[in-house]
């Protein structure tokens, strides 16, 4: 009877994911990890594991321990939607527990490198920069600085696809073709405005042209809308979404944009068109009075951004 019930227990054990992290299973081969900081995207397959954002670094053993359950092979790929800690700050742990899929030491049947028995970390060139400026470890082992980087893994084309001033200067989406997910970062939140730091290069007007990238990459269900099918857009925070949620925070974000810009036209102080509220109407679902990222300081962003723009 005892040995039975320490089985059942550890059967328990095993099917629960660990402490307070969420695992969905979006698509047969992918999955997103919730509530490691960031959304975490991870797919898997007979190459081994990509890896989308690597969460807060207080909680990577947990979420390594998440994705040993999707699977026994190494992570192969680690990628980076921005430079934020709470999406690099497992990349040092998750690269250590990662192998290169092709050293070149294992090639010619040699000794492996150091190098090769940590996944490579990928980013957009910005990111390498914006980390170097704080003293944290797991810097991205591999940067881009033009618009797609594009590779081949488990079976399906994966687009690394880099937004210029957006939520910062080096925000990408991973898009996996065959899966059809997307992966946004920052650049979609659902849990507020988006953040637009405009010191490390965000910008509204890139923000924008973000979100309609976004619209423009997903599908929606149609024209059998009760199949509920369509591309998965997993925001860096919050639940996951359809293309028609990025359509509705795409106008959302696009309309407070317009007011502050026609209340700038009007000649409005920034004091002044804080007051005259332009995010109104959407305070409720998206605003906050206090915390890291207040409306105001949204409205601030924006303002800052536009002021930037040629008469
Ligand atoms: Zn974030």
Not at 16 to 34: D, K, M, N, T
Not at 134 to 157: C, D, I, Q, W
Not at 249 to 257: H, P, W
Request: one cysteine or more; proline letters at 6%.
């Amino acid at each position: 009877m005892r040995q039975l019930l320490t089985i059942l227990l550890a059967l328990q054990a095993a099917a629960a994911p660990p402490s307070g992290l969420e695992v969905l299973e979006v698509r047969p081969s992918f999955y997103v990890i919730a509530g490691a900081g960031a959304n975490i995207g991870v797919q898997v397959g007979e190459d081994g594991v990509v890896v989308v954002d690597a969460g807060s670094s207080a909680v990577s053993p947990d979420v390594l321990a998440a994705i040993r359950r999707l699977s026994p092979k190494p992570i192969r790929y680690v990628i980076d939607t921005g430079p934020d800690a709470d999406h690099v700050g497992g990349n040092e742990a998750f690269a250590k527990a990662g192998e290169k899929l092709f050293g070149g030491s294992f090639l010619g049947g040699g000794t492996p490198n150091a190098v090769d028995l940590l996944a490579p970390v990928l980013a957009a060139e910005g990111v390498l920069r914006h980390m170097k400026s704080s003293p944290a470890g797991g810097l991205p082992t591999e940067v881009f600085h033009y618009s797609r980087k594009a590779m081949y893994l488990n079976g399906e084309a994966i687009e690394v696809l880099h937004q210029p001033a957006a939520h910062t200067d080096s925000d990408v989406f991973a898009f996996f073709r065959r899966s059809d997910v997307v992966v946004a970062g920052d650049v979609l939140d659902t849990r507020q405005f988006p953040v637009i730091d405009v010191e490390r290069g965000g910008s509204i007007q890139g923000e924008i042209a973000a979100l309609n990238r976004l619209v423009e990459l997903a599908v929606p269900s149609v024209p059998v809308v009760t199949r509920e099918a369509g591309t998965v857009v997993v925001p860096g925070h919050g639940h996951l979404c359809d293309q028609y949620d990025v359509i509705d925070y795409r106008d959302m974000v696009t309309i407070v944009a317009d007011r502050v810009r026609d209340l700038m036209k009007a000649g409005r102080s920034i004091a002044e068109v804080k007051a005259a509220q332009p995010a109104k109407g959407y305070m409720g679902r998206y605003g906050n009075a206090g915390g890291a990222w207040t409306t105001d300081r949204f409205i601030e962003a924006v303002y800052r951004s536009l002021a930037k723009e040629k008469p």
